[in-house]
């Protein structure tokens, strides 16, 4: 048995497979995220114990020897543990907005654009380098009592192994890892006015150093691999691996990712480049602030459930009677395909005679243009897979291949923690059947008069879009 564990910003999950990939038991635990004035933070606590309780009550479905773990998890923002793995204050999520006007700044004084022109990664006010600098300003005594700013899944890694504080070089690559040398750069670290707090940047950990369990969650003993971070873990849980390949991820983030062998840092500033195990390899990641989490709060604010989302989308027509949404609902503003810290949601074209089905419609077409520019922009060439909580629609697929007008590889099922074991078992030496592991569950083709239709539609969105960056207010 193998087992891939998700720390997710909403949800932690764990899952069971066997030596072929098929999945065989799934365990899940809510985690809060508070929201006040711009600040999102989690509960570092409150975290691990939501790791721990699941491989305790998957471990207990499935008793068979666990061969090897694979651990992956959200990305950005900054948690702060003492030299015990311990947390000084409670984590900033990768959705804080805090530093909102640090980054403004940056892109006022050329900051911004510099740091990426060195390592191909688009700050934005939840990643560590505004974050740092924001704590460094206005909490310092937080970063004196911290040993080491982790990511998410490094936290739980030093907690369930006691191994040594350390990263790896996908979650480094925001935003001060140089991806050609995939060591970081001091230069940024001293642009973001961070020199003299150098040693909190966790060590980048190597791919093949060994590690097990300590007991908690997972039996004594147990080897167990940490990383790489959520969105290249779903690229390999999919099989997005080929130079052009990309992978569409709908969830509370709405992720675009496609891989490559190219270093590209000329253009407009945006997304990172995510390195991976496999020094060359690359994907150029353009990941959108807000993905399923925009459709939760229309869901949420028209009373509807999500088991009728299917339904509502059936009986709308595409365009939505003329209802448009610009879902840029996160308070820390977008991120990809360009940085706009202060740009907001934008509902328009409502009337009396606007349905809940058109609201609903229109916020999944809206998001579908947003990923199109994000994938248009990651460079897109080859097949396309989607993964995520929104595959549960099989409407809203419907709809995103039209919307994207191409064919959709559907693969569903816990992808991150499929491509955790994945890059488990590649830095353990284990062979599996990667093909077999990351076989599609269906292929969503496009209509093709739908997508001539939506193809006029993006042409609208990116118009409207450019209007509201223009009107967006900056600090």
């Known amino acids: 048995m193998f087992i891939g564990i998700d720390v997710g910003t909403s949800t932690v999950k764990a899952a069971a497979f066997d030596a072929s990939g098929a999945e065989l038991a799934v365990e899940a635990r809510p985690v809060g995220l508070t929201l006040h004035e711009g600040m999102a933070e989690q509960d570092m606590t409150e975290v691990y114990g939501a790791v721990v309780a699941v491989l305790d009550a998957l471990t207990t479905r499935c008793p068979g020897p666990v061969q090897l773990a694979g651990l992956t998890g959200q990305g950005d923002g900054v948690w702060l543990v003492d030299a015990e793995g311990l947390p000084v204050r409670a984590a900033a999520s990768w959705m804080d907005g805090r530093a909102h006007g640090l980054v403004d700044q940056w892109l006022a004084d050329g900051t911004f654009e510099a740091v990426f022109r060195r390592t191909g990664s688009a700050m934005f006010p939840g990643c560590p380098g505004p974050l740092l600098a924001w704590l460094d300003r206005h909490e310092p005594r937080s970063l004196d009592a911290a040993a080491t700013a982790l990511y998410c899944k490094d936290m739980v890694f030093q907690r369930l192994t006691g191994a040594p504080a350390s990263t790896d070089v996908s979650d480094a690559s925001m935003p001060f890892l140089d991806p050609r040398t995939r060591a970081y750069d001091n230069r940024v670290v001293e642009l973001l006015g961070l020199t003299h707090r150098r040693g909190l940047l966790a060590p980048i950990g190597d791919p093949v150093t060994t590690a097990t369990a300590r007991g908690e969650g997972l039996p004594t003993g147990t080897r167990i691999a940490n990383g790489p971070y959520d969105l290249p873990a779903c690229a390999l849980g999919a099989g997005v691996t080929a130079p052009g390949d990309g992978l569409l991820i709908v969830g509370t983030c709405l992720a675009s990712l496609v891989a490559t062998t190219d270093l590209d840092l000329t253009g407009e500033p945006a997304g990172v480049y995510l390195s991976t195990d496999r020094p060359g390899h690359r994907l150029r990641a353009m990941p959108a602030m807000v993905g399923t989490a925009a459709l939760d709060w229309v869901l949420s604010t028209t009373g509807v459930a999500h088991g009728e989302v299917d339904a509502l989308l059936a009986a709308t027509p595409p365009g939505a009677h003329g209802v448009r949404v610009l879902p840029y609902f996160a308070p820390s503003g977008e991120r990809a395909p360009f940085v706009e810290p202060g740009l907001r949601a934008e509902l328009t074209g409502v009337s009396l005679e606007s349905t809940k089905g058109d609201l609903i419609r229109a916020t999944c077409e809206g998001i579908g243009y947003a990923a199109r520019h994000c994938l248009a922009a990651a460079g897109l060439t080859g097949s396309l897979a989607v993964c995520g909580g929104g595959t549960r629609s099989h409407a809203w697929m419907r709809l995103l291949a039209d919307v994207l007008g191409r064919p959709l590889r559907v693969v569903e099922g816990e992808?991150?923690?499929?491509?955790?074991?994945?890059?488990?078992?590649?830095?353990?030496?284990?062979?599996?059947?990667?093909?077999?592991?990351?076989?599609?569950?269906?292929?969503?083709?496009?209509?093709?008069?739908?997508?001539?239709?939506?193809?006029?539609?993006?042409?609208?969105?990116?118009?409207?879009?450019?209007?509201?960056?223009?009107?967006?207010p900056h600090s």
Do not use: K, Q
């Open 415 to 472: 992808v991150g923690a499929r491509g955790a074991v994945l890059a488990a078992a590649e830095r353990y030496g284990v062979a599996l059947d990667v093909a077999g592991w990351t076989r599609p569950t269906e292929v969503v083709e496009p209509d093709p008069a739908r997508a001539a239709y939506y193809t006029d539609g993006y042409a609208d969105h990116l118009t409207r879009l450019a209007a509201a960056r223009a009107r967006a």
